[in-house]
Nanobody
Framework: QVQLVESGGGLVQPGGSLRLSCAAS????????MGWFRRTPGKEREFVAA????????FYADSVKGRFTISRDNAKDTVYLQMNNLKPQDTALYYC????????????????WGQGTQVTVSS
């Protein structure tokens, strides 16, 4: 399994932007499909976005489509989540995950997870 470390979370006002990063521990990163999920207390992990191994194919939850962008840099073993026009309902602990199925929206399709980074959207 690949080790993943997220960063970039924080407190932002509604309408603001954040960019999350997820760095992988090994060069096999490029062999994994990557995803972003989020979780709020008492709820299951929710799919946010996913990218294929090359990053050419991307997938989004309806709730973030048009506001969030997933991208990856295989030379840096890093996947990103650019979040624009943030809303209070985007407040959650955000996780990146590595798997084998590109575009998978079920957390059970991912075998490696980071520890999460908190995003809070509030005025």
């Amino acid at each position: 399994q690949v080790q993943l470390v997220e960063s970039g979370g924080g407190l932002v006002q509604p309408g603001g932007s954040l960019r999350l990063s997820c760095a992988a521990s090994e060069r096999s990163f490029r062999t994994y499909a990557m995803g972003w999920f989020r979780r709020t207390p008492g709820k299951e992990r929710e799919f946010v976005a996913a990218a294929s191994r090359s990053g050419l194919s991307t997938f989004y939850a309806d709730s973030v489509k048009g506001r969030f962008t997933i991208s990856r840099d295989n030379a840096k073993d890093t996947v990103y989540l650019q979040m624009n026009n943030l809303k209070p309902q985007d407040t959650a602990l955000y996780y990146c995950a590595a798997g084998v199925v590109a575009g998978a929206s079920s957390p059970y399709e991912y075998s490696s997870w980071g520890q999460g980074t908190q995003v809070t959207v509030s005025s």
